[in-house]
């Protein structure tokens, strides 16, 4: 009997549905143990968000500063897992402040030290640097990353823009004024990432975990757009100047910071709007 935990933060409630549906090939295995587990916020962060608080939570996610999670179960913390399956989404181009904050936790470290680590990202398009990023943060913890599953919202940039902002604001996943397409990840995406658990599945039972990414490739499980690798890149020069600047301005309740915060959501538009499309 191996154990696999399967543990994820999901704001929405997309990225619980992928990881479940990639977790259900390996639920059905008689020879696996399979153990779910929600990363959980001391404060939680509320969802639709409320315009101030999205900004607001920039400098925290890219600087990536930790904030205090709720405890993990200690019947989950005193096992010994044979794969970790580790699902987050991508807030300002960076792993989400409440991965980064478990990742970076005192428990991650004993949880995932010696383990083979799977990634599944669930984001809008850009993910290449955070992973850059959850790489680093793995490394601390002393495990070792086996596989890795990014799912993207595939409509073209600008349209991903207006309606994801609408979703995060309104929290309602449906057609934008009845003729923009559903924002997110595409239920169809969702509904068939299964097809990842049982590619898994063949792996952990065969004790194969090191040629796993290859497979997960030939399913499409990751495919690369050198545009927003290049727009990731160069997007994380510029945020690494403005969320220094800003966090530098006090805390989120500071007029100071609230101001510079309005104003790099002024920056945001114009390069989404005037700069992107130029490069």
């Known amino acids: 009997m191996k154990n696999i935990l399967v543990i994820h933060y999901s704001q929405s409630g997309q990225l619980t549905e992928i990881v479940t549906n ?20 001391e404060t939680p962060f ?26 993990i179960p200690e019947t989950i913390l005193n096992q010994q897992f044979d794969l970790v399956i580790l699902g987050y ?11 980064n904050s478990f990742l970076k936790s005192p428990e ?5 030290s010696n383990t083979p680590i799977i990634t599944v990202i669930g984001c ?23 596989g890795n599953i990014a799912l993207v919202d595939r409509h073209i940039n600008h349209i991903s823009v207006i309606t994801i902002v609408q979703w995060m604001f309104s929290g309602k996943k449906e057609k934008y ?3 923009f397409p559903k924002p997110g990840v595409s239920q169809k995406d969702i509904d068939e990432s299964s097809k990842f658990g049982d590619v898994i599945l063949n792996h952990i039972i065969d004790n194969k975990l090191e040629s796993l ?27 690494g100047k403005w969320a220094k600047f800003i966090y530098s301005k006090g805390d989120a ?25 130029l490069v």
Not at 52 to 59: D, S
Not at 89 to 99: D, E, G, H, M, R
């Open 89 to 99: 989404p991508v807030w300002y181009l960076s792993p989400s402040i409440p991965t």
């Open 124 to 146: 809008r398009n850009m993910w290449i640097m955070a992973q850059e990023k959850i790489k680093d943060l793995l490394k601390e913890c002393n495990s070792k990353l086996v």
């Open 46 to 71: 509320s969802f639709p968000w409320k315009k101030i608080n999205f900004l607001n939570a920039f400098p925290e996610s890219f600087l990536q500063i930790p904030s205090k999670t709720k405890k």
């Open 108 to 112: 991650a470290k004993k949880l995932l």
């Open 22 to 41: 990639i977790a259900k090939p390996l639920s059905n295995c008689k020879d696996l143990k399979v153990v779910h587990h929600q990363i959980k916020m």
């Open 253 to 277: 309740n500071s007029k100071k910071r609230i101001f510079w915060v309005k104003m790099f959501n002024y920056y945001l538009l114009f390069a989404i709007w005037i700069i992107a499309p």
């Open 213 to 239: 990414q290859n497979n997960l490739i030939k399913e499409k499980a990751v495919v690369i757009k050198p545009f927003l690798v290049l727009a990731d890149k160069r997007a994380n020069i510029l945020f």
């Open 177 to 179: 004024l009845g003729i």
